[in-house]
């Protein structure tokens, strides 16, 4: 399909909400197989959509707790005595909303077209290869043996590989940008997210400090007063 | 009556609970003996040794006490104790459980001066020859049952050996041809090696130094000269001490590494050293053989595991003793892990600085310097039932070795070895889908994997008409449902034409 293809579909007659939704989901494989095109339109064509967006975060959430828990143990060690899911859900989604927070705020600087908006729907349309490889490697991992283990090993690989070039594509797209400045953008966005993890630490911290200071004030207060 | 029967039930549970009280007080705490699981957790385990009794100068009847013994040998029923501050060799006698004083060896007839200086390390060999490292006289004497001087061994006058040092032999080993090694004071090239006939023939098995990048650049471009001097030396570091096994391979702990090396085995606590001096010692453990895997912060013997002696059984299975923590550690030719026990202290059974560790058969003597003692450990029924399983196995006798596995697996249903033990000897029955149960439980992915094949290629080859149907069908089917389809397409396009026309 080429673009213009692509905006014919899009003049049709009026989808229902929910076919919109199933559409802007098969769009998905679409953007994973042409990038280029797929997250140009995707932001610009209006052809993905928030819902599809928030699917598939929570897809791939879903993927790596059953990862914990269903790969066959020759392939990977979870002591799932100590694993707490929400805790597993909440080290991959903070430091995604936290990356996509430093991109989207750092792209005023750096001349970026995406609205934050923009930004999440992309990366969340990144990660459909890790969700579409990683849901049945589970499944054949409890069909292979340990010797056979390279071609989970490269199965992976090859989902997280992918994802990470659609990333770095999707942003380039999304901002408009070179390949070029896309990497030093890049550069830039980890080292935001890392002023923001400090930020959140100060403030925290902070906000302790205040809050003891009242306690004790309001303790004193009360010994005083008896 | 009533009354009667009721006192008599009281009395009778009285009993059961002084019974209980008793069984569980007999000196060893709970965590006395103590494994390591898959996750490198502490799984207390039943004592796999226990203390049969404890050796003292005055138990030995020795006129002079014992003064900081550095080393213990042991062959037969004889175990000799190097007792250094005195100067002399003592040799004890085992008979029937019982240890009595033998000969006490403190001069060399015919050598030349008669008397030790310091001897740190005794080895007899198979005819009843005493070799003696005898430090401060810088030499090793080689004498015969009757004390008589049969060899010296000297510091080398080759030009390998940096003769501004004097040479402090420390600890000895020597092999069955009558080849001598020496770990030497101040030496870091290895162990010094002897022909029979005194002769030195060089070193062997030196620690390979480690030299990352990090270090290059640092001392080539941000030291000046005189920082460079200043500093530490790359050089190869010393081994603490020395064993040599049945078939002549040697054993040899280092105590010198910092507690990161451990991290990815790059310190190598034990190690067995070949021919040619390279390491060869077996891990297909997931944790390396390096004694405690973790230690509790801030207390007063925190620290890696230091193995200050170790001593290698006549089935393979090698015993390091700890000096950190006064504790031992059982391996086996695998480097698995059979059992941990001690711990420091003046309690029997504990140690205040356990310096060397011999064998006699399964019984374990350790030398403890402070102390002045030999604690002797024999193995219970179930330190027995390990060993019995292992040596069944390493016999061929796998069903006998699973039915002991599965005896220690009622004394500890944590020990892993058991698991993989009768997991083993199912596959060798091919039980395949069993034996996959008891490796799942011991997470060895290596076995499982195996079985697994096994298993995976009976299943398919029973339901291969059922695999072939499916395949078939899921080919066919949607072969048969598209023509259908393109046919009535067909069909109706031709209707509608004719309607048309």
């Known amino acids: ?226 | 009556m009533n009354i009667k029967r009721f006192t008599a039930l009281l009395l009778a549970l009285g009993l059961l609970l002084t019974a209980a009280v008793a069984a569980a007080d007999d000196g060893y705490t709970s965590s006395y003996t103590y494994n390591y699981d898959y996750w490198g957790e502490i799984r207390e385990s039943p004592d796999a040794y226990r203390v049969d009794q404890v050796l003292y100068s005055t138990t030995l009847g020795l006129e002079t006490a014992m003064r900081r013994p550095q080393s213990l040998y042991a062959r037969d029923n004889h175990l000799y104790i190097c007792d250094t501050g005195n100067n002399r060799i003592i040799e004890v006698i085992r008979e029937n459980g019982q240890f009595t004083l033998g000969r006490i060896v403190d001069r060399v007839i015919g050598a030349e001066p008669e008397t030790f200086n310091t001897p740190s390390d005794v080895f007899v060999d198979e005819n009843g020859n005493m070799y003696v490292a005898d430090t401060n006289n810088n030499r090793i004497v080689m004498m015969d049952a009757g004390q008589n001087l049969l060899q010296t061994y000297v510091k080398p006058s080759d030009t390998t050996f940096d003769q501004s040092l004097s040479f402090l032999p420390d600890k000895i080993v020597v092999d069955s041809s009558g080849r001598v090694f020496v770990l030497a004071t101040n030496i870091n090239k290895g162990l010094v090696k002897y022909e029979a006939d005194g002769t030195f023939t060089g070193f062997i098995g030196a620690n390979p130094v480690k030299y990352t990048m990090w270090d290059y650049i640092w001392k080539s471009f941000f030291t000046t000269k005189e920082q460079r001097a200043q500093q530490a030396s790359f050089v190869p570091t010393e081994y603490e001490n020395i064993c040599i096994d049945k078939e002549g391979f040697i054993y040899a702990t280092n105590v010198v590494f910092s507690e990161y090396d451990l991290l990815w085995d790059n310190a190598k606590p034990i190690r067995r050293i070949n021919s040619i001096g390279s390491d060869i010692l077996v891990k297909n453990d997931r944790y390396p053989p390096i004694g405690d895997l973790s230690w509790v912060e801030g207390s007063l013997d925190y620290g890696p595991s230091k193995f200050y002696d170790i001593t290698v059984l006549d089935n393979d299975i090698y015993i390091a003793v700890d000096h950190t923590r006064g504790r031992l550690f059982g391996y086996d030719p695998q480097g698995i892990m059979l059992w941990a026990f001690g711990t420091k202290g003046n309690n029997t059974g504990a140690f205040l600085s356990a310096v060397s560790i011999e064998h006699m058969g399964y019984d374990l003597f350790v030398l403890d310097e402070n102390e002045s003692s030999v604690t002797v450990f024999t193995p219970t029924d179930y330190g027995n039932m390990i060993y019995r399983a292992s040596n069944e196995y390493l016999k061929g006798d796998y069903e006998g070795s699973a039915d002991t596995w599965r005896q220690v697996l009622k004394l500890n249903a944590n020990y892993n070895l058991a698991f993989i033990g009768i997991g083993r000897s199912l596959m060798r029955q091919e039980q395949y889908e069993e034996a996959m149960e008891y490796f799942k439980m011991a997470h060895d992915r290596e076995n499982y994997g195996r079985a697994y094949r096994y298993y995976r290629k009976i299943v398919v080859e029973r339901n291969i008409g059922w695999i072939v149907a499916i395949v078939a069908a899921l080919l066919i089917v949607p072969l048969i449902v598209r023509t259908v389809k393109k046919m009535r397409a067909e069909v109706e396009e031709y209707d509608r034409q004719r309607i048309v026309t």
């Open chain 1, 1 to 226: 399909m080429t673009v213009n293809e692509l905006s014919l579909n899009d003049s049709r007659p009026a989808q229902t909400g929910w076919q919109r939704y199933l559409a802007t989901l098969r769009y998905g494989l679409y953007v994973i197989l042409h990038p280029f095109d797929g997250f140009w339109d995707l932001v610009h064509e209006k052809r993905g959509s928030l819902a599809a967006a928030h699917t598939f975060l929570v897809l791939f959430l879903l993927t790596r707790v059953l990862k914990l828990m269903y790969t066959n143990f020759q392939f990977i060690s979870a002591p799932l005595q100590y694993i707490n899911i929400y805790e597993q859900c909440a080290s991959l989604l903070f430091p995604f909303l936290v990356l996509c927070l430093a991109n989207w705020a750092l792209s005023t600087l750096f001349d970026g077209k995406g609205r934050f908006k923009d930004i999440y729907m992309a990366m969340c349309y990144a990660l459909v290869p890790y969700i579409l490889i990683q849901l049945p490697l589970i499944l054949i991992s409890n069909f292979i043996s340990f010797d056979e283990a390279s071609y989970y090993t490269v199965l992976m690989s090859v989902s997280i590989i992918w994802c990470l070039f659609l990333a770095f594509v999707g942003l380039m797209q999304v901002h408009d940008y070179s390949p070029g400045k896309t990497i030093i953008f890049i550069f830039f966005t980890i080292f935001g997210a890392l002023v923001i993890l400090f930020l959140i630490l100060v403030f925290f911290s902070l906000l302790s400090d205040a809050i003891g200071y009242f306690v004790s004030l309001y303790r004193e207060i009360v010994f005083r007063l008896y």
